[in-house]
């Protein structure tokens, strides 16, 4: 049994991360350690970077797992005994060589399925998981729209096609009601349905790199502008949909958005907190190295204005970033929260990026002196194994329980400063020159993710809507735009489509 398995079933661990160049070299030898789907515990579990050819039909096995992250291995099949994994709300087989996905995978329960740069060249029907928000099928071989637009599909907001060979958007494509964001990107699309625009929540609309026969809807189109697409698309191109069955459906949407608007008239007076956005700062951005992407890819982030804490709201807020981190962080698997006191960094932009362990250097949270990545690690490793003997436990507890997240890779990831400073160690700690205190009046909110962009606003979006619960009282939240090496746009926190709460969370977002 390797010992990093042997080490997780001796702690009884729910999570397991299997990658580095040590992983790597005992997979291309010997193949996987079988004894792995033993740990029936695991809730997460994530094997990437790798020459992982097959996943092993014992993968059914862990019946608790809810996450699974598969990518960058050199899979050519998705097991179809995954689809025994009943609880899976993620699954990331991205960076492979799969060609086909089992039909039995749209029976899970997904939140969260990516297949980014894969060879697939069909997709099973996804019509009935209501559960579904995010779906990736970016850079593959698809010819076929995928069979995915279901009134069913009620949570489906992400639908990323970019870098296939699609010639058609379906019609039917305005039954999902959700929608918000759609990359059809770089594919063969030459006319687009008219019922395009009935997509109402759609606020992120990418056509790019598409020989689109209409030259000034494809001048639209180049210029990004969704809604003026979307309003050229209603005026000029024409629906396909069946008659009687687009008047009954245009009918129904028609009582839908008339019963809407008035539940929202009806409800602006009943609107508790509000969350006022700030456009972003075109001195302040954060930049985003090639190099994080082997390591902890996503990055979003915004500010917060007007911070003004108490000791005991002060408390209470580090509770609730502990919490998250329990739970829709998953235990710091899918994404990690780290806060700076924005008035305490020099000016300038931030750069997130990577270092080897030895090299990155920072002064952690609370503590007195600098260190590098690996003795912090080392320091934190031997301090865990004597609390546990001291408490008799056969678990970690506080940050050293996130240890395994880093142990073994190479390179460490990092957000850095102006002054070339070490801020943020994500997803273990950050820098002490930057910690937020109960003099804090403007924060510097940051939320990595090694998934998708998508955990990341999902992260923040959870965050604020449970500040503004937790301090009882609007906040101001301020635009951060993040950009890669060339200085192209990645993400920009919050946009459009996020911070859109239900009526029943009694919280409005208006924007600048």
């Not at 790597?24 to 790798?50: H, P, Q, R, W």
């Not at 639209?220 to 687009?246: M, S, W």
Request: with cysteine.
């Amino acid at each position: 049994m390797w010992p990093e398995i042997e080490q997780a079933k001796i702690e009884n661990r729910h999570e397991l991360v299997l990658s580095g160049k040590e992983i790597a070299s005992k997979i291309a030898k010997n193949g996987l350690d079988l004894s792995v789907f033993t740990l029936e515990g695991l809730n997460f579990l994530n094997i990437s970077g790798t020459e992982l050819s097959a996943i092993p039909d014992d993968i059914g096995k862990l019946a608790n797992l809810q996450t699974l992250v598969l990518h960058s291995n050199k899979l050519e099949h998705a097991n179809e005994n995954i689809a025994k994994l009943t609880k899976l709300k993620m699954l990331d087989l991205s960076r492979n060589l799969i060609t086909s996905i089992p039909d039995g995978f749209a029976d899970l329960p997904l939140t969260t399925l990516n297949l980014n740069v894969n060879r697939l060249e069909s997709f099973p029907e996804f019509t009935k998981n209501s559960k579904l928000a995010v779906l990736d099928l970016s850079n593959n071989k698809l010819k076929l729209f995928p069979r995915v637009c279901s009134e069913e599909l009620v949570n489906l907001s992400e639908l990323k096609l970019h870098g296939n060979e699609i010639e058609e958007i379906p019609n039917n494509i305005h039954v999902l009601p959700l929608l918000k964001l759609l990359d059809i990107s770089e594919n063969k699309i030459k006319t687009l349905p008219g019922e395009l625009a009935e997509c109402h929540k759609l606020k992120d609309l990418n056509l790019k790199s598409n020989p689109v026969s209409d030259r000034r809807l494809l001048k639209l189109i180049d210029q990004c502008r969704t809604k003026q697409v979307l309003d050229y698309v209603k005026q000029n191109c024409p629906k396909t949909t069946n008659g009687d069955v687009a008047s009954k459906g245009k009918s129904k949407k028609k009582n839908k958005s008339k019963n809407d608007d008035e539940e929202d008239d009806n409800s602006v007076a009943d609107y508790k907190y509000s969350i006022n956005v700030k456009s972003h700062n075109n001195n302040f951005k954060v930049i985003i190295k090639n190099g994080v992407k082997t390591v902890r890819e996503h990055f979003a982030a915004c500010v917060v204005n007007n911070v003004s804490f108490t000791e005991e709201s002060f408390k209470k807020f580090i509770q609730l970033q502990n919490k998250l981190h329990d739970s829709v962080c998953e235990k710091r698997n899918v994404a990690t929260i780290a806060t700076h006191d924005f008035n305490k960094l020099p000016p300038g932009d931030l750069i997130y990026s990577t270092s080897q362990p030895s090299e990155l250097m920072i002064k952690p949270l609370n503590r007195a002196t600098v260190m590098s990545g690996a003795e912090l690690f080392t320091k934190l490793q031997t301090e865990a194994n004597n609390l546990r003997k001291e408490k008799k436990r056969s678990t970690y507890s506080g940050i050293h329980k996130f240890l395994y997240l880093i142990e073994g890779k190479p390179q460490y990831p990092c957000v850095i400063n102006a002054n070339k400073e070490v801020i943020s160690f994500p997803p273990i700690t950050n820098s002490d020159i930057s910690k937020i205190e109960v003099t804090t009046t403007r924060m510097f909110i940051e939320v990595t993710s090694s998934l998708s962009p998508h955990s990341c606003k999902n992260v923040l979006n959870t965050l604020l809507k449970d500040m503004v619960l937790l301090f009882e009282k609007d906040l101001e939240v301020e635009q951060v735009k993040t950009v890669d090496e060339q200085e192209q746009l990645k993400v920009v926190y919050p946009s459009k489509t996020d911070l859109v709460f239900e009526k029943s969370v009694s919280i409005k977002t208006n924007r600048d």
